[in-house]
């Protein structure tokens, strides 16, 4: 995946190289700059297989920072920020892998450099008994969970 | 044969007319007796669909679900533009102005419409409420839940956006919209019973040359749409995830 652009960011910025799954890695930007979910936002994405993006509905595109066009195709890991810990997105695999429905509270990168937090739900999508690719809805989480989170992904690191 | 027809209870009643319209118009074009059947509530609407008394039907999308999946409907349009937003809305007089400063003990006023409800709990999750720390009341109508809210008798109340800003302007002038959801993907839409599915082609061009005939128009005014536009059934099954990714 393309490294973060230093042009694109607003603020002052930090910068950390993320190793993937994959392999592959990225050179990020990332400021301390929070953009909260406006209340009632939902936002909607759908990947392929694995794990790019095929859907993204309008608050999606708004609040990532990114245009339509920039998101469609990309991989999900787009939006992957330094403070998350490898060890929830194994998690969030498995359990797809599984057929099953995964929760999980995520720090996610926008491409300004910005983060935003949000509480996940992750299910795969089955088509005759197969799974065809995946659907996630993202929303405004509570304050105290975001806590919580922040402390566990510390530990983890 | 003759067919029947529902409209989720849902519906703006100011559109029970508009809805009449079309049933008539639909019979004519299709040349098919249809009876359009509506039911006050949803409990009774699915029991009817329960008892495969329903062929056709303008569904919310919770129970489009459970019609496609578990009753073998198949989707033929919806609205264009149209999508199902929720909002909670308090008193006027509210000193509430954020989510987040709602507390546990809240009094909710709701009707039984599954997605508004669902919508609705989700948007007071980030103030730590779920249905442990707050009581709920189930009205029959939004009127209803609104004038819980104008009497007192609730904090907040769950509406389907649409519903609640066509309140009549007294009422809307006595609430306040706390949040709106803003989700797009999720709306209602026409679905064909498993008796009428053979049909599901001949009814789907029907609705997409309707704005092109004065009669047709004039139906899809009466019931404030512009004009239809195909569902396809991935487009439904992906609407049917959503949903099942939204019910914790
Ligand atoms: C439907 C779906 C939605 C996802 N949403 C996010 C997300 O919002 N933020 C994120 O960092 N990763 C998200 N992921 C996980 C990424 O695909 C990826 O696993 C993660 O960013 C870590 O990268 P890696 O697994 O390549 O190491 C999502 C995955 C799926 C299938």
């Known amino acids: 995946m393309k490294d973060m652009n230093a042009a694109d960011i607003t ?19 990332y400021t301390e700059i929070e953009s909260p979910m406006p209340d009632g936002r939902l936002i909607v994405s759908r990947t392929d297989l694995n794990g790019n993006i095929t859907h993204a509905n309008a608050p999606f595109v708004d609040m990532s920072g990114y ?16 403070d998350m810990p490898a ?3 194994q998690d969030l695999w498995n359990t797809l892998k599984q057929k099953k429905k995964w929760h999980g509270y995520v720090k996610n990168l926008r491409k300004d450099g910005g983060f935003y937090w949000v509480y996940a739900t992750v299910i795969p999508n089955i088509r005759n008994g197969e799974v065809s690719g995946y659907t996630s809805v993202r929303r405004r989480p509570s304050k105290t969970k975001v806590k919580e989170a922040e402390a566990l992904y510390r530990t983890l690191e | 044969m003759s067919y029947t027809f529902t409209v989720s209870p849902d519906f703006n009643p100011d559109l029970i007319s508009g809805w009449f319209f079309f049933n008539t118009w639909l019979q004519k074009n299709l040349n098919e007796p249809i009876h359009l059947e509506l039911y006050n509530d949803f409990k009774s609407q699915r029991q009817a669909i329960e008892n495969d008394e329903i062929d056709l039907i303008y569904a919310n999308p919770f129970d489009a679900s459970s019609l496609v999946r578990e009753k073998g409907f198949i989707p033929i349009a919806c609205p264009d533009n149209a999508s199902d937003e929720a ?32 919508v609705c709990s989700l948007m007071l999750e980030p103030a730590n409420l779920d249905t442990q720390n707050t009581t709920s009341s189930t009205r029959a109508t939004y009127v209803l839940v609104a004038k819980d809210l104008i009497t007192n008798n609730a904090d907040v109340g769950f509406f389907l956006a649409d519903t609640y800003l066509k309140l009549s302007e007294i009422t809307r002038q006595k609430l306040k919209t706390l949040v709106c959801s803003d989700i797009h993907d999720i709306h209602h839409l026409l679905l064909a019973g498993p008796k009428i599915s053979h049909k599901r082609d001949e009814i789907l061009e029907n609705l997409l040359t309707m704005a092109e005939h004065e009669k047709g128009l004039g139906v899809l005014k009466s019931l404030g749409f512009t004009k239809w536009k195909a569902v396809e059934q991935e487009d439904t099954e992906f609407m049917i995830d959503l949903m099942e990714t939204l019910e914790s």
């Open chain 1, 11 to 29: 603020g002052e910025y930090r910068e950390a190289v993320l190793t993937f799954h994959s392999g592959s890695s990225r050179k990020v930007f």
């Open chain 1, 67 to 82: 245009t339509r066009g920039e998101l469609i195709g990309a991989p999900h890991c787009i939006l992957r920020h330094p």
């Open chain 1, 87 to 89: 060890a929830g997105f």
């Open chain 2, 87 to 118: 909002i909670i809305a308090l008193n006027i007089d509210s000193e509430i102005s954020n989510v987040d400063e709602l507390q546990p003990g809240l009094r909710i006023s709701k009707t039984d419409d599954p997605d508004v409800n669902m």
